[in-house]
């Protein structure tokens, strides 16, 4: 790396690593040669410089350093002179010498008060000069440092010039040489301009040329780039022709539509149009009114187009921004909803005679949404043509930890490389559906590590200032419970009465999907895993808190990345008209991305009739589940029969349910074990007796419903208990009796 550096020999050229390569540089590496640390320095203070123009006061921390440690490295000394010379650039830039210029006609009284006060302003001037640079013994006569000292000089001698004139005042023999002065004021002004064209280019090079370049260093963006870079040659060469005279007829406007999922960028796109049509001439400002739904719609007839004028109005010589444009149509929309007069008011405003080509449009939103809304609107779509679309595609992961590097930048932080590593996880397990938001999320990611990293260590001692840049493993810690009594799916899995089997399975597959994840980390060949679940067993015998469950331990070993459970039964995937139930059945399944979807009483889907739409969410679901593969995983649920008979009667769900978990009624022990711990639950009790007659009946009596049975039971006899205990102020009111208990099964049996 220091041989790297070493390479590196002129400010004009930038550095060779970036700012956080360096920051990481000298955070990891014990640097023996002073040389390496101070080229370190440099160029953190280069980027500093560039980032924070003007005065910053790490970056002179970082001079400072660079100095102590190699003083007469060229580009130490190099840095240091030009950051002393823009010192000397700014002060003189924000001192008002116009106001220096004395007149002679001026009278004696005037001149002396400007005299005095011009007096005050050199001596500011030379204190803020570097003495010790001022008198440097220079070698090149043509060096920025001939320049800074030359302006010392004069500063110095315009000095003495006012002292003597002030001393002639104080004596009342006012002599004060106006030519002189202004003539030194004059040479003082010139050489603030040469003191500006001396400075280095990274110096004063603050901005980009034009929009285009300003895009160009937008992350990502391939195809849209190189779309925009043609859009703009084509604008300029039609720019070109109009001027020697040349027409169009079927031009393609400047309307635009621009489609993307959320933190696309694209409000930064319509910005970036905005400039664009600015600069080339062909729209009389950059300005970009953004508006919504919201802004235009109104609640009564007449105050959508009102509104809708208002705007278009607001944007003639610039651009008329609508984000979320499909919502201006909805589905199904009422007399009520105003939002096709928005639609009609704008169309008819883009092609009158008023204001048709004094403004443009851009509309954006959605993909599907967008092309669902224009298809809806032929009036709306002719004005859009075809080359007039922007698509803008998700980031992929490099991009989006670019980004995020870039934020933790522009906030003074910076990711360790296991940092980076561990957020791109992070980053990871935000992108399970389409409503991800790419820039903005990684945005808000990085923004909330800092956060929980101020929030952290406020209280703790600090003794470098990397320690107050730095992000490590450790600041992204803040997804994670702290409270180690939080038990582990495993635990609660094992806690559970009875299920035995099904505890086994579960085990088994935790440890077949953690084998399968370590052997893909190491590089060796992974056998598919079958996720995909079929839970069989009577009412009440767990298979929703087994689900639950099963999601966390998918979440734990990585492979879901919400970890969450969506149940739901027939009523919530199937319409009760064509067309409906896969809009359903694909809601409910993007609420289940990154978790599991559990269907209960799964069989009632087929029902086998002709005009039955459970067929069509069963279709649905199976061309899902291989759209999203691994960020869905689904499991069927109801009676053991039933749900063989479903499973097989569509080839598409018996080739992708390989995985069955039969859960069995629970014993009578079982059942027992059950009541005690449902009354614990409350902090009730019971003995013996009460005990032999619940086994009695278990025994004896099938209970429908399992658990849920025993929760009713218990339920039951704390109310039945509570008519006791109210008539009885000495009884135990922790204590469920016998008594108790027989009124609640004879209830809980006549009622089931």
């Known amino acids: 790396m220091l041989e790297q550096l070493k390479e590196w020999n002129s400010l004009e050229h930038p550095p060779p690593i970036s700012e956080v390569e360096a920051l990481r540089y000298m955070d990891e590496y014990e640097f023996e040669e002073k040389e390496g640390k101070a080229l370190l320095y440099v160029i ?146 010139d050489n603030q301009d040469e003191i500006y064209k001396r400075l280095p280019t990274f110096l004063t090079d603050q901005s980009f040329q034009n929009p285009l370049e300003a895009f160009d260093h937008m992350v990502g963006l391939k195809d849209v780039k190189t779309y925009i870079r043609h859009y703009y040659h084509f604008l300029r060469y039609q720019q070109q022709r109009k001027s020697y005279g040349f027409s169009m007829v079927d031009e393609p406007g400047l309307h635009m539509i621009i489609t993307g999922n959320p933190g696309t960028g694209k409000t930064t796109i319509a910005r970036l149009l905005a400039n664009i049509y600015h600069e080339l001439g062909i729209l009389d400002t950059k300005e970009v009114v953004e508006v919504n739904r919201s802004h235009l719609v109104g609640s009564y007839v007449g105050q959508s187009e009102e509104n809708t004028m208002n705007y278009v109005k607001q944007a003639i010589g610039g651009v ?7 919502s201006l149509k909805r589905e199904g929309q009422t007399g009520n909803d105003y939002g096709q007069a928005v639609i009609d008011t704008l169309v008819s405003a883009m092609t009158s005679k008023d204001y048709g080509g004094k403004f443009a449009v851009i509309l954006a939103g959605y993909p599907e949404e967008m092309r669902q809304f224009l298809w809806s609107n032929p009036g709306l779509r002719s004005r859009f043509p075809e080359q007039n679309h922007i698509e803008l595609p998700d980031y992929q992961m490099e991009e989006l930890l670019t980004i995020a590097e870039q934020t933790a930048m522009d906030n003074d932080f910076f990711f360790t490389r296991p940092a980076l590593k561990e957020f791109a996880s992070l980053i990871d397990k935000e992108r399970v559906d389409e409503s991800f938001g790419n820039a903005r999320t990684v945005k808000n990611l990085v ?79 992974v056998v598919p895993i079958q996720l995909h679940s079929v839970f069989s067993g009577n009412p009440g015998t767990g298979k929703t808190t087994v689900a639950d469950i099963y999601a966390d331990v998918l979440k734990e070993c ?13 009523s919530d995937l199937v319409a009760g008209y064509v067309g409906q139930t896969a809009i359903k059945t694909k809601k409910k399944i993007r609420e289940a991305l990154g978790g599991v979807l559990f269907i ?15 067929k069509e969410a069963i279709e649905t679901l199976v061309d899902e589940m291989t759209k999203h593969n691994e960020n869905l995983v689904v499991i069927l649920a109801g009676y053991q029969r039933e749900m063989e008979q479903l499973v097989e009667s569509n080839p598409g769900l018996s080739s992708r349910f390989k995985k069955y978990f039969h859960f069995p009624d629970y014993t009578e022990d079982e059942l027992i074990e059950m009541t005690h711990y449902q009354a614990m639950q409350y902090g009730y009790h019971f003995n013996e007796w009460a005990e032999s007659f619940l086994l009695e009946k278990y025994r004896n009596h099938k209970t429908r419903g399992n658990g849920r049975f025993i929760n009713n039971l218990v339920n039951e006899a704390i109310q039945f208990q509570a008519i006791r205990i109210m008539s009885d102020e000495a009884g135990d009111m922790n204590e469920l009796k016998l008594e108790d208990l027989e009124k609640a099964w004879n209830m809980i049996r006549r009622e089931s």
């Open 447 to 525: 923004l909330k590590t800092v956060f929980q990293k101020g929030a952290q260590e406020a209280e703790r001692d600090k003794h470098h200032w990397l320690d107050h840049m730095r992000i490590s493993t450790q600041d992204l810690d803040w997804e994670n419970i702290s409270d180690d009594e939080v038990q582990s799916p495993m635990e609660r899995l094992d806690e559970l009465i009875g299920l035995t089997n099904v505890k086994e399975e579960v085990r088994k597959l935790s440890s077949f999907v953690q084998a399968q994840q370590k052997r893909k980390e190491t590089g060796y060949p």
């Open 600 to 614: 209960d009483e799964a069989y009632s889907l087929y029902k086998g009739g002709r005009d039955d739409f459970g």
């Open 320 to 326: 008329l921004f609508i984000d979320e444009a499909y």
């Open 44 to 189: 953190l203070a280069y980027h500093r410089i560039k980032r924070h123009p003007g005065q910053d006061r790490l970056a002179e921390q970082f001079i400072d350093e660079a100095k102590v440690l190699d003083p007469n490295h060229p580009l130490v000394t190099e840095l240091y002179e030009s950051q002393q010379l823009l010192r000397a650039y700014t002060i003189l830039k924000n001192t008002p010498l116009e106001q220096w210029v004395l007149h002679e006609t001026d009278h004696d009284s005037a001149k002396a008060k400007k005299a005095k006060s011009i007096y005050s302003d050199v001596s500011y001037l030379i204190q803020q000069w570097d003495e010790e640079l001022a008198h440097k013994t220079i070698i090149d006569a043509s060096s920025r440092l001939k320049l800074y000292q030359d302006v010392y000089v004069e500063l110095n001698d315009l000095l003495e010039i006012l002292e003597d004139a002030i001393s002639s005042i104080e004596n009342r023999r006012i002599r004060i040489p106006v030519k002189e002065i202004n003539d030194r004021t004059r040479r003082l002004s």
């Open 558 to 570: 990585g492979l879901l990345k919400r970890g969450h459970t969506v149940v739901v039964s027939r």
